[in-house]
């Protein structure tokens, strides 16, 4: 992922909170997940809703999971500790950027947690956006109990499918932001897959990944993004995305005005050049531009 060195704890937290949000937004995509990269037989099911991710609590702390997800069939309605449940399963799915030693002692206690609340089977599912954080992960956890061991299903880069068909990333959004997240490094076509996507739902959803996804993407694929909402060849417009539309424009008529010089022998120093090139406002570059062909020298331009 593309960090800026300065802000790195920020940068991090952004990463983890913006991929719990995606599990969160569609949380059956967890269980497809689960199934498609590990061959998990879920028992059916014909809801997947999200549940407090509080699983319980022992002195002192509370114990917070980053989503837990409940897959519900209504024909499977029982009473649980006397309240009536359609739960058949739940997942805990968790984020994972590195180490973390508590979270060794945590999870055992996730899964049983909420196995005594659903009475029904638990998986734990963490997803690993750095390749280098996934062995650990993976590592068991034993509880001291024989054969009572904790071994996560855990989803690195390779897990996780890559959606190369906009229309598939239109009917899950969020497995296909995932996707390039995790892929477009090595396949910057998947930013073209996702604009054409997210063009087909939501526009404010569309334009609250696409900004998210700008700040994670690394130095190829974001380019490419920036390319791509520059140009505004998608419908959903925003305050965010008429600034990159507004920016590509500026640079375009600098270019141009450097070009027409050019092409009138007009020589433009480098004073000249960098104070037409680092110009952002549409209209003082438009001046220029029809000053450009006509004056007489370089310092003209700007009257």
């Given at each position: 992922?593309?960090?800026?060195?300065?802000?790195?704890?920020?940068?991090?937290?952004?990463?983890?909170?913006?991929?719990?949000?995606?599990?969160?937004?569609?949380?059956?995509?967890?269980?497809?997940?689960?199934?498609?990269?590990?061959?998990?037989?879920?028992?059916?099911?014909?809801?997947?809703?999200?549940?407090?991710?509080?699983?319980?609590?022992?002195?002192?702390?509370?114990?917070?999971?980053?989503?837990?997800?409940?897959?519900?069939?209504?024909?499977?309605?029982?009473?649980?500790?006397?309240?009536?449940?359609?739960?058949v399963a739940g997942i805990i799915a968790e984020v994972q950027r590195g180490e973390d030693p508590g979270k060794r002692l945590s999870r055992p206690c996730y899964i049983a947690n909420l196995?005594?609340?659903?009475?029904?089977?638990?998986?734990?599912?963490?997803?690993?956006?750095?390749?280098?954080?996934?062995?650990?992960?993976?590592?068991?956890?034993?509880?001291?109990?024989?054969?009572?061991?904790?071994?996560?299903?855990?989803?690195?880069?390779?897990?996780?499918?890559?959606?190369?068909?906009?229309?598939?990333?239109?009917?899950?959004?969020?497995?296909?932001?995932?996707?390039?997240?995790?892929?477009?490094?090595?396949?910057?076509?998947?930013?073209?897959?996702?604009?054409?996507?997210l063009d087909k739902i939501d526009p404010s959803r569309a334009e609250i990944y696409t900004r998210l996804v700008m700040v994670l993407l690394e130095e190829a694929p974001r380019h490419r993004?920036?390319?791509?909402?520059?140009?505004?060849?998608?419908?959903?417009?925003?305050?965010?995305?008429?600034?990159?539309?507004?920016?590509?424009?500026?640079?375009?008529?600098?270019?141009?005005?450097?070009?027409?010089s050019d092409a009138r022998g007009i020589a433009v120093g480098d004073e000249v050049r960098e104070r037409v090139l680092s110009c952002t406002d549409v209209e003082t570059l438009d001046t220029?531009?029809?000053?450009?062909?006509?004056?007489?020298?370089?310092?003209?331009?700007?009257?």
């Amino acid at each position: 992922m593309f960090i800026a060195v300065g802000n790195l704890p920020v940068m991090l937290k952004i990463e983890h909170e913006f991929m719990t949000e995606l599990l969160q937004n569609d949380p059956g995509l967890v269980a497809e997940l689960a199934e498609l990269g590990f061959g998990v037989r879920l028992p059916p099911f014909a809801q997947a809703t999200l549940e407090s991710n509080r699983t319980g609590r022992i002195d002192p702390p509370e114990l917070t999971a980053d989503s837990v997800v409940l897959l519900r069939d209504p024909a499977k309605k029982r009473m649980v500790h006397g309240k009536p449940t359609d739960a058949v399963a739940g997942i805990i799915a968790e984020v994972q950027r590195g180490e973390d030693p508590g979270k060794r002692l945590s999870r055992p206690c996730y899964i049983a947690n909420l196995r005594h609340r659903i009475d029904a089977p638990v998986l734990l599912v963490v997803l690993c956006p750095r390749p280098s954080a996934a062995p650990w992960a993976r590592r068991a956890i034993p509880t001291g109990h024989p054969g009572f061991t904790l071994e996560p299903l855990v989803l690195g880069p390779a897990e996780v499918p890559v959606v190369t068909d906009p229309e598939a990333l239109a009917e899950s959004p969020e497995l296909g932001v995932l996707s390039t997240l995790l892929h477009a490094d090595e396949d910057v076509d998947l930013v073209d897959v996702m604009m054409e996507g997210l063009d087909k739902i939501d526009p404010s959803r569309a334009e609250i990944y696409t900004r998210l996804v700008m700040v994670l993407l690394e130095e190829a694929p974001r380019h490419r993004l920036e390319v791509i909402v520059a140009s505004a060849i998608y419908d959903f417009t925003t305050p965010f995305t008429e600034r990159y539309v507004e920016k590509g424009r500026a640079e375009g008529i600098a270019k141009m005005i450097l070009k027409v010089s050019d092409a009138r022998g007009i020589a433009v120093g480098d004073e000249v050049r960098e104070r037409v090139l680092s110009c952002t406002d549409v209209e003082t570059l438009d001046t220029w531009g029809g000053r450009a062909a006509v004056v007489s020298s370089a310092d003209e331009i700007f009257g």
